[in-house]
């Protein structure tokens, strides 16, 4: 598929050397916006590593600002990139299968020709591109790893989970480090799963603990607050 760098916008300084553009791409003749971040640090003779920061299911490459991704980036050294989903009913999602099986969208494709169009712009380091995402976003991050695991190197999941379609046809090419936070009371994504919809938390993990041979002894760590001492 061929791509075409459609607009950008260049917007004021964050900082010495900072910048966050608006820009475009057209994939499948749909014109994709994204909203990339590159640090005041950026060498075009150093590779950097590229982050991927998807949005949940009804949101927008905007507010995924909240993540404070732009100021990890600064710190980091890597170029964060905020790609904005299409509508399905009315509603911007990325199509993971489960409750978006109506559509009819390539995001896999698309975030595939993305990483391809900004390595053509920035010196990117191919060995080191990740993706990240809440909710909807999370579970295109999984998607991404079963089914462009020969361009994405690890991925990380905030409140997201793996649909059906996307566990029963997950074929990564390589051992794939896998974030999962998730709460055990989630009320919208189900830690225990929905089988017309959405996998179970532990079936998940134990699918990448088994993929990537890892013990199936795991290490847990209590977190608590010290008890609160009156004066």
């Known amino acids: 598929m061929k791509k075409l760098l459609f607009i950008f916008i260049l917007l004021p300084f964050l900082g010495l050397g900072q910048q966050l553009l608006y820009k475009s791409i057209i994939h499948d003749n749909l014109q994709r916006d994204y909203i990339i971040h590159v640090p005041s640090s950026y060498?075009?003779?150093?590779?950097?590593?590229?982050?991927?920061?998807?949005?949940?299911?009804?949101?927008?490459?905007?507010?995924?600002?909240?993540?404070?991704?732009?100021?990890v980036s600064d710190t980091a050294g890597f170029i964060v990139v905020y790609p904005q989903g299409t509508l399905l009913q009315g509603t911007t999602h990325w199509n993971v299968g489960?409750?978006?099986l109506g559509s009819t969208v390539d995001d896999v494709g698309f975030i595939s020709s993305l990483i391809d169009s900004v390595s053509s712009?920035?010196?990117?380091?191919?060995?080191r591109v990740y993706s990240t995402g809440m909710s909807n976003g999370g579970y295109m991050s999984f998607l991404l790893a079963c089914s462009l695991s020969n361009k994405i190197a690890a991925i990380a999941s905030v409140t997201g989970s793996m649909t059906p379609q996307t566990y029963n046809a997950c074929n990564p090419e390589h051992?794939?480090?896998?974030?999962?936070?998730?709460?055990?009371?989630?009320?919208?994504?189900?830690?225990?799963?929905?089988?017309?919809?959405?996998?179970?938390?532990?079936?998940?993990?134990q699918y990448w603990v088994g993929y990537n041979n890892c013990s199936s002894l795991p290490v847990i760590t209590s977190i608590f607050s010290a008890p609160l001492t009156s004066k």
């Not at 060498?43 to 590593?49: A, C, E, G, L, S």
């Not at 712009?121 to 060995?127: P, T």
């Not at 830690?191 to 938390?201: F, L, R, V």
């Open 43 to 71: 060498d075009i003779n150093t590779p950097v590593p590229l982050v991927f920061c998807l949005h949940g299911y009804g949101g927008d490459s905007f507010s995924m600002s909240y993540t404070n991704f732009n100021f």
């Open 121 to 127: 712009d920035y010196n990117i380091d191919a060995e």
């Open 98 to 100: 489960g409750w978006t």
């Open 175 to 205: 051992p794939m480090p896998i974030l999962q936070i998730h709460g055990t009371n989630d009320q919208v994504v189900p830690y225990i799963g929905d089988p017309t919809w959405t996998e179970s938390i532990n079936d998940v993990l």
